[in-house]
């Protein structure tokens, strides 16, 4: 395709079990916004379509535990994460839901053109049967072992462990998540898509017409997935929750959630067009169309095999240009992970954080994990706000316009001649457009984005050599050459930073007037006007764009992501199962008695060990101690202590120990003494 007619652009569908977190955001609805806003700038005609995905078992195994009905969870979070979209700036055509009238008629029909087509086989298998709960089992209501690598977690679906794809029937032990019970095989009824049939289609589509314009990354994940063989793949399932299969025999079955959800692109599209009075299918089924997916790692085989499959076998719709997937997101270090609440959401951020929104986008797109993993920390948030937007953009631009208002009353000097150095800064902003263009084109925002600020970089070395408050001293018309080319540099940034920094980009504008000048800078206009903001056009008076923050804000985000570590600890700290039983004689051979530590001191060369002197009561013997990591040796000189005094004794680096101090562990993993609290009891008595 060489010029597209028209851009229909989806990010995935999130599930609304939750809020939306910063790995969302970095790794899709970031980018995706910023390439909408720039091909709309360039005059270009899109959509851009977005949605809640409310079908599925996330939703609810959380209706469950909350003991209300999934309508009920979708109903909250569709809510919380459309507000925050807006609130953040993502620029929707169209946000819709799955639940959605239009996109179960979309989706029912969809399924019935394949289904009609022959494109669907049928099958009889066995499945997984809970039955105390009286329902077959879908795979997140499954955990068992990990048949590849062991872990004992493992989904149904897939192991989060080690990413295997498998089948709940190929688990270890399975148990269901309902119940807790061994489940049983059933036989049951359910349509299949072949994608083996689809194995020609894709590897000439993908692994031969997309081999240098798509991201490793995806390319890589595709072919291995081709290479490996494809199998048929489910489309339908036994729950109660999802879009009902609208054939003969569908009854008490749903469209899988892998299924029905990208077909919420369609649906959503269709509902933009019927709102706005146009026509969807050229967006969908126009060849002068170009379809992007934005989505993470996690979703690119359902975006590039699975759903170009059911689009080649529907026949009438096109299929993606580009699927430009990110890697993970990672937090202080450590993986995001939304059920031990580390991360960063949104909601939050935009409370705690008001009016900061593009501060948390120029971080995100600056750190974003376009090529791998990357990891978001709070020190380089505050750092990419205090030495980037603060100290390169907020202070170019604060400079421009407090200059242009102290020297001409905020009125846009006549230049006189440009030197040199004018025009060759000049002609550096007029390729600006073209070069942070290049990279949006090619999916390289995190790149684009430091173009923007090499533009504001580009400002300040200007005003720094050319030094107007110097020269004003001397030379007054040079001094309005000078402000007159950062005014123009100025007004290129209000306009080329709208895709990445758009509150800023608008509060920069409504500071330069540009809704007085006859008409709004396009993106292209940057790079062909002679005159970007004109001379006698007036400004307003200076605001600062961003302001810095401090150490205390990015501390108490530190402390809040060290609270959910400790909760996750404690909740995680398994109590011990009880050990194998023992007779009442095997008890009476242990001899424990309420003792005094007398002293200690640190054995020399360990990180572990306290070397104690301890009054039994029967005698004073030596014990050593591995708690040196949680107590020093002033700490615990007069405690209170029971002993294991006839335990055999025991050498530790050359010292023998002649029993044990019997000791516990909280959740938090701190030791804890197991003493007597009543003084009347006195050293060398029994415990029994």
């Not at 930073?497 to 809704?515: A, N, Q, Y």
Request: charged share 25%.
């Amino acid at each position: 395709m060489n010029t597209p007619k028209r851009y229909t652009i989806t990010t995935a569908l999130p599930y609304t079990n939750g809020p939306i977190h910063i790995g969302h955001l970095a790794g899709v609805y970031v980018p995706a916004d910023i390439y909408a806003r720039y091909l709309r700038l360039t005059g270009n005609d899109v959509v851009f379509i977005g949605g809640s995905d409310e079908h599925g078992v996330p939703i609810t195994i959380k209706a469950k535990n909350e003991g209300v009905s999934p309508q009920d969870i979708v109903d909250k979070y569709h809510a919380i994460i459309k507000k925050s979209f807006e609130d953040f700036g993502i620029t929707y055509d169209n946000y819709s839901r799955t639940t959605a009238p239009i996109h179960h008629e979309t989706a029912s029909e969809f399924f019935k053109t394949l289904n009609n087509k022959g494109k669907f086989i049928e099958e009889t298998s066995e499945q997984l049967y809970d039955e105390e709960a009286n329902q077959f089992l879908a795979d997140r209501f499954v955990v068992g072992t990990c048949p590849k690598c062991g872990n004992e977690e493992s989904y149904g679906d897939q192991c989060e462990n080690c990413g295997t794809s498998h089948n709940a029937t190929d688990l270890i032990n399975p148990k269901s998540a309902i119940t807790g019970n061994t489940p049983t095989l059933k036989e049951t009824k359910h349509w299949f898509l072949p994608l083996n049939d689809y194995e020609d289609f894709l590897k000439e589509w993908i692994l031969e017409g997309h081999k240098k314009d798509w991201k490793p990354n995806v390319y890589g994940q595709v072919k291995s997935w081709i290479d490996d063989g494809l199998r048929p793949r489910a489309v339908t399932r036994d729950l109660d929750w999802g879009i009902p299969v609208p054939v003969e025999g569908g009854e008490g079955k749903v469209l899988y959630v892998w299924f029905d959800a990208p077909i919420g692109y369609i649906s959503s599209t269709k509902e933009w067009a019927a709102r706005e009075g146009k026509d969807w299918e050229p967006y969908w089924k126009a060849k002068d169309t170009k379809l992007v997916h934005f989505i993470g790692k996690d979703n690119i085989v359902f975006h590039c095999i699975i759903f170009p499959a059911m689009l080649k076998a529907e026949g009438s719709y096109i299929l993606p240009d580009n699927v430009p997937a990110n890697e993970f997101l990672n937090l202080e270090g450590n993986k995001l992970s939304t059920s031990k609440n580390w991360a960063v959401w949104l909601p939050e951020y935009l409370e705690e954080f008001p009016g900061q929104q593009d501060v948390l986008r120029y971080a995100l797109n600056a750190n974003a994990p376009e090529t791998k993993d990357n990891d978001f920390t709070w020190k380089d948030f505050q750092a990419r706000n205090n030495n980037e937007l603060v100290a390169i953009f907020g202070n170019f631009i604060n400079r421009v316009v407090v200059l242009t208002n102290k020297y001409y009353n905020g009125i846009v000097p006549e230049p006189s001649n440009f030197n040199d150095v004018d025009q060759e800064t000049l002609a550096a902003v007029r390729a600006y457009p073209d070069v942070i263009a290049s990279s949006i084109e090619r999916y390289r925002f995190r790149e684009a984005g430091q173009e923007l600020m090499n533009l504001a970089r580009l400002g300040n070395k200007y005003l720094a050599d050319a030094e107007p408050w110097k020269v004003i001293k001397e030379d007054e018309v040079r001094t309005k050459t000078i402000m007159y080319v950062a005014l123009q540099i100025a007004s290129a940034l209000a306009t080329l930073s709208e895709p990445f920094l758009p509150f800023t980009s608008e509060k920069l504008k409504k500071i330069l007037c540009h809704s007085a000048l006859d008409a709004e800078t396009t993106w292209n206009e940057v790079k062909t006007k002679e005159t970007l903001i004109p001379a006698g056009h007036n400004i307003g008076k200076a605001e600062l764009l961003f302001s810095k923050i401090e150490d205390e804000t990015i501390q108490k985000q530190l402390d809040k992501l060290e609270a959910s570590k400790k909760a996750n600890e404690a909740a995680n700290k398994a109590i011990e199962p009880q050990k194998d039983t023992i007779s009442f004689e095997d008890f009476t051979k242990l001899d424990i008695r309420v003792g005094t530590i007398l002293e200690a001191e640190k054995m020399p060369k360990t990180k572990k060990l306290l070397k104690l002197k301890v009054d039994t009561g029967i005698d004073t013997r030596t014990i050593v101690s591995g708690i040196a990591e949680s107590f020093s040796a002033e700490d615990v000189i007069g405690k209170r202590v029971t002993v294991l005094v006839n335990l055999a004794p025991r050498a530790l680096r050359g010292v023998e120990s002649q029993g044990m101090i019997l000791m516990t562990e909280t959740p938090e993993g701190k030791l804890v003494f197991v003493n007597p609290d009543d003084t009347a009891v006195g050293n060398g008595l029994q415990v029994s």
